[in-house]
């Protein structure tokens, strides 16, 4: 299934999502900053949602506003983005670029507590307990995987160093979207817990997905190496190919912050080197333990191919 299709699937609940958050804003900022900030955020970033909104199984019995858990989804998604980018706004990638733009680079950090602000506001008017404690922990350990991934950066060689720091910033919020889902459905605990696991992983594989299409992009490459990111593609490098002269001259390079030499080395190697069926089998793996932890896991087809689709990003 192409992404198109995935977003077609969910068009109406998405739109819902998006208006509800442009709402809030417009609310408490004005209509100008309202609309420009979500013009720069299409639903076809709404992955979080997707993910929730594929979790609740039967929409019309939820006990919950599902567009609005989406919205406090795609909030923490958007503080997490601001926290970790106060670059100069030209080299803002992708969706940070247009952030920065309406935001302005000294807002960043003020954007950022606000979104998180609104979305603890939104849980505490819905009321439910497990959905506030489930996106508290979420909230924890994006934080924890942010603080991580800057104290390691993209020097790291260490393959559970990565993993930590990818479970942390990108698998716990995807599974706590699909928690959700589960949580509005009124499911028992084994559903849920079942529920974690398949976001958990889901996540990590997307967010390898999401490094390998980086690495694949010169342009994109430096800009995340500038941005000290950590890089399954490059820790996996740095990881099983150690003792290679250039291996120790790109550490050189990143430690010495010579970025752009760092950037043009890492990727003629990535290019040499064997290292993208790795990062394949990788994301074969996380799927697999998806999948494997539902009872049901045709449920989630379509997300299962969004790592086969090359227009998204975490």
């Known amino acids: 299934m192409r992404f198109e299709q995935i977003l077609g699937k969910f068009q109406e609940e998405l739109r819902e999502t998006r208006e509800f958050m442009i709402s809030h804003v417009t609310r408490d900022l004005g209509t100008i900053k309202g609309s420009d900030a979500f013009a720069a955020y299409p639903t076809s970033q709404f992955l979080r949602s997707i993910i929730l909104f594929s979790s609740a199984t039967d929409s019309r019995n939820t006990t919950l506003p599902l567009s609005q ?3 406090v989804l795609e909030y923490l998604h958007l503080a997490s983005k601001l926290h970790r980018h106060i670059p100069q706004i030209d080299e803002f990638r992708r969706l940070n670029k247009e952030i920065a733009n ?8 003020l954007a950022g507590d606000y979104f998180l602000s609104i979305s603890f506001k939104i849980l505490t008017q819905l009321g439910n307990m497990d959905l506030l404690e489930l996106i508290s922990n979420a909230t924890r350990l994006i934080s924890q995987g942010q603080v991580l991934e ?5 020097g790291t060689s260490s393959e559970q160093i990565y993993f930590e720091i990818a479970g942390n910033k990108t698998g716990s919020l995807a599974a706590a979207a699909a928690v959700c889902g589960s949580i509005s459905d009124n499911s028992e605990m084994i559903v849920r817990d079942s529920y974690y696991e398949f976001g958990f ?3 990590i594989a997307l967010q390898i997905h999401d490094d390998a299409q980086t690495c694949a992009n010169p342009q994109m ?3 995340a190496l500038r941005e000290n990111k950590t890089l399954y593609p490059i820790c996996c490098l740095l990881n099983r190919f150690p003792d290679q002269l250039e291996t120790r001259e790109l550490l050189t390079h990143l430690h010495e912050n010579h970025i752009q030499s760092a950037s043009q080395l890492a990727y003629r190697m990535l290019s040499q080197l064997a290292i993208m069926p790795l990062v394949e089998q990788e994301i074969s793996s996380r799927l697999q333990k ?4 539902l009872s049901k896991p045709d449920q989630f087809e379509h997300l299962m191919a969004l790592c086969q689709s090359h227009n998204f990003s975490v």
């Open 69 to 71: 858990i989406a919205s």
């Open 102 to 109: 309406w935001w302005h680079n000294e807002l960043s950090i």
């Open 150 to 154: 800057i104290a390691n950066g993209s």
């Open 201 to 203: 992983q889901l996540g």
């Open 221 to 223: 490459l430096e800009y």
């Open 290 to 293: 998806a999948s494997s932890s």
